[in-house]
């Protein structure tokens, strides 16, 4: 496989995602044909993705597949072999949106980058890097954070209290030491500055109202120029930290409590969404990675 290829991809995705999509461009080359691969337009990759879903029942490893051609053809851009992309604008609706998504899994020192940015106003890098330790560090759903109080945050204990929602479940999580620091100084010292009404709510909005929610998202967003091929959003880094643990060795049910989930069944699917099979194939071909 092309080393310029492989160090493209190296730049901007996971060793463990490289490797993965290695294997599937050399799949997409091998049916294609390099040179047409190449002028391939919108309908070539179209038959390709027809021969995918002919060849795999799990519309979550076609969409992991495309990925990787998109990939592929951002690279024949950046190395100036093509001017325009037949297929970035591609989505298949039949890759649900609850599936996990090998492109779209982060390690923990590319989610450590999010905590790295400073913003142009010192109180909002301290805000910020509140809401953004709560989503790489617990893992918390984008609607858990705004319901958060201050007397959910125990500083002394290291941890904070999480509530229930329809979808999870409430329970009480370790901080890590660095959050206990950036939690104190933004409770004692940045939170007041910010805020223009009364609320008991942790995170404030730039505004001083209490966050709803959808803040969350927008600052996520911002980030995206770090990864730009690749789908940011609060669920994707969620789902980043809980396949992480169980790739670890955590204990299942361990990992259950951790995620708030209701049923062991939802944590069981982040260990049967394809990884393992992926890890397989990994091993197979690259026995050396």
Not at 14 to 29: C, G
Not at 42 to 62: A, C, H, I
Request: glycine residues 6%; aromatic residues 8%.
């Amino acid at each position: 496989m092309n080393q310029d290829l492989e160090g493209y991809l190296q730049d901007k995705y996971s060793p463990q995602t490289v490797k993965v999509y290695l294997l599937d461009i050399e799949r997409y080359l091998q049916y294609m044909g390099p040179e047409r691969a190449e002028k391939a337009t919108y309908q070539d990759v179209m038959e390709y993705v027809d021969y995918l879903r002919k060849s795999f029942s799990n519309p979550g490893t076609v969409n992991r597949m495309l990925y990787a051609v998109k990939a592929w053809y951002f690279y024949l851009i950046t190395s100036g072999k093509r001017a325009d992309h037949p297929c970035r604008q591609l989505r298949l609706k039949d890759a649900r949106a609850g599936d996990i998504q090998l492109q779209d899994l982060f390690s923990s020192a590319e989610m450590e980058k999010l905590l790295q940015r400073k913003e142009r106003y010192p109180l909002a890098t301290q805000r910020n890097r509140v809401v953004i330790s709560l989503l790489i560090y617990q893992g918390l759903r984008q609607g858990e954070i705004p319901r958060i109080r201050l007397e959910d945050i125990d500083l002394e204990s290291g941890s904070i209290y999480v509530r229930e929602m329809t979808r999870s479940a409430a329970r009480t999580l370790t901080l890590k030491s660095n959050q206990v620091m950036l939690l104190y100084d933004y409770i004692e010292k940045v939170r007041p500055a910010l805020l223009k009404t009364d609320t008991d709510r942790l995170v404030v909005t730039l505004r001083g109202t209490p966050e709803s929610g959808g803040g969350i998202s927008y600052l996520v967003e911002t980030f995206k120029p770090l990864f730009p091929d690749r789908n940011l959003n609060p669920r994707t880094i969620r789902q980043s930290v809980i396949t992480n643990l169980l790739k670890e060795g955590k204990d299942l049910r361990v990992v259950q409590v951790f995620a708030g989930h209701k049923k062991i069944s939802t944590t069981e699917k982040y260990r049967q969404s394809g990884l393992e099979e992926l890890q397989a194939a990994i091993e197979k071909h690259h026995p050396l990675g």
